[in-house]
């Protein structure tokens, strides 16, 4: 990891490690109205000191971003036969919020009401204000961001979003699109299966990234979401792990209490040797 980064992040943890982990988040919307209350509807960029509780929302934003990509990834996986569509639409979620939660961590945020976004400098002593462009929506912007980011940029997990194809075609297509007619019978959600999805999603091996495609001939494509998901959720994981090995805070949600344990966040190692070459 770059240096600068590790150093920031680390920065971002600090005032979690000596605070309980489970009262550690804040209300709902801090991070926001923290930000807001610097925005100048005059000046499209203001650039204001970084407080420790600017820094400290920043961290928990991403780690709380990232529960709910776990979250999502398990409702995704229960729902596989029960649903295929929304199966597909909860596993492009949990990508979503993978993403978010690097981009949180690499100290990016969107205020969606004030149309600005808040960039922390390198040091995170400072955080710049820019006022959003017309095609910075949310999904697009964060997927963007991450997957140009110098820390991602080679990782193939990570690309920008595309909203006819991939990942954002299975939530458009879903959400959108007429005569879809894809209902099995419904089959109530299952522990059991639950325990051998993820067992066979954390054991699969491949030589490519696989590719969500959301064209006629493979929508809903449920494993190929499925398995970049938690390719993703695995990947923010590690990278904190990286930074944050002893941080009273993140040892604890790392491993999430609502968790079945199952969910080991394991990945066949060959699998990362051989993918985390730069992107074509």
């Given at each position: 990891?770059?240096?600068?980064?590790?150093?920031?992040?680390?920065?971002?943890?600090?005032?979690?490690?000596?605070?309980?982990?489970?009262?550690?988040?804040?209300?709902?919307?801090?991070?926001?109205?923290?930000?807001?209350?610097?925005?100048?509807?005059?000046?499209?960029?203001?650039?204001?000191?970084?407080?420790?509780?600017?820094?400290?929302?920043?961290?928990?934003?991403?780690?709380?971003?990232?529960?709910?990509?776990?979250?999502?990834?398990?409702?995704?996986?229960?729902?596989?036969?029960?649903?295929?569509?929304w199966s597909s639409v909860a596993g492009y979620y949990s990508s979503h919020y993978s993403v978010r939660a690097f981009a949180h961590l690499?100290?990016?945020?969107?205020?969606?009401?004030?149309?600005?976004?808040?960039?922390?400098?390198?040091?995170?002593?400072?955080?710049?204000?820019?006022?959003?462009?017309?095609?910075?929506?949310?999904?697009?912007?964060?997927?963007?961001?991450?997957?140009?980011?110098?820390?991602?940029?080679?990782?193939?997990?990570?690309?920008?979003?595309?909203?006819?194809?991939?990942?954002?075609?299975?939530?458009?297509?879903?959400?959108?699109?007429?005569?879809?007619?894809?209902?099995?019978?419904?089959?109530?959600?299952d522990s059991q299966f639950l325990k051998d999805r993820i067992e066979q999603i954390s054991g699969i091996e491949f030589s490519a990234v696989?590719?969500?495609?959301?064209?006629?001939?493979?929508?809903?494509?449920?494993?190929?979401?499925?398995?970049?998901?938690?390719?993703?959720?695995?990947?923010?994981?590690?990278?904190?792990?990286?930074?944050?090995?002893?941080?009273?805070?993140?040892?604890?949600?790392?491993?999430?209490?609502?968790?079945?344990?199952?969910?080991?966040?394991?990945?066949?190692?060959?699998?990362?040797?051989?993918?985390?070459?730069?992107?074509?």
């Amino acid at each position: 990891m770059d240096k600068k980064l590790s150093r920031r992040v680390e920065s971002m943890f600090a005032d979690l490690n000596s605070q309980s982990a489970a009262s550690s988040f804040p209300a709902p919307g801090t991070l926001s109205e923290l930000l807001s209350k610097h925005v100048d509807a005059s000046s499209p960029t203001k650039t204001v000191i970084a407080s420790r509780k600017i820094l400290t929302c920043f961290a928990t934003a991403a780690v709380e971003m990232w529960l709910r990509s776990v979250h999502s990834f398990l409702i995704s996986a229960s729902l596989t036969k029960a649903s295929p569509i929304w199966s597909s639409v909860a596993g492009y979620y949990s990508s979503h919020y993978s993403v978010r939660a690097f981009a949180h961590l690499f100290g990016a945020f969107q205020l969606h009401r004030k149309r600005r976004i808040a960039y922390l400098d390198e040091t995170g002593g400072h955080v710049v204000l820019e006022k959003k462009n017309a095609n910075d929506g949310e999904h697009k912007f964060y997927w963007k961001f991450v997957s140009e980011h110098p820390q991602l940029a080679s990782d193939p997990f990570f690309y920008s979003n595309r909203d006819d194809e991939l990942d954002g075609g299975h939530r458009n297509k879903a959400n959108y699109s007429d005569h879809i007619c894809r209902y099995p019978v419904f089959q109530p959600l299952d522990s059991q299966f639950l325990k051998d999805r993820i067992e066979q999603i954390s054991g699969i091996e491949f030589s490519a990234v696989p590719v969500p495609r959301a064209d006629a001939d493979h929508f809903p494509d449920i494993e190929n979401i499925q398995i970049v998901a938690y390719h993703r959720l695995v990947k923010f994981r590690q990278f904190v792990d990286e930074v944050c090995t002893s941080n009273r805070f993140w040892k604890v949600q790392r491993s999430p209490a609502w968790c079945p344990e199952t969910l080991t966040f394991s990945v066949v190692d060959s699998v990362f040797v051989a993918l985390y070459a730069r992107k074509p």
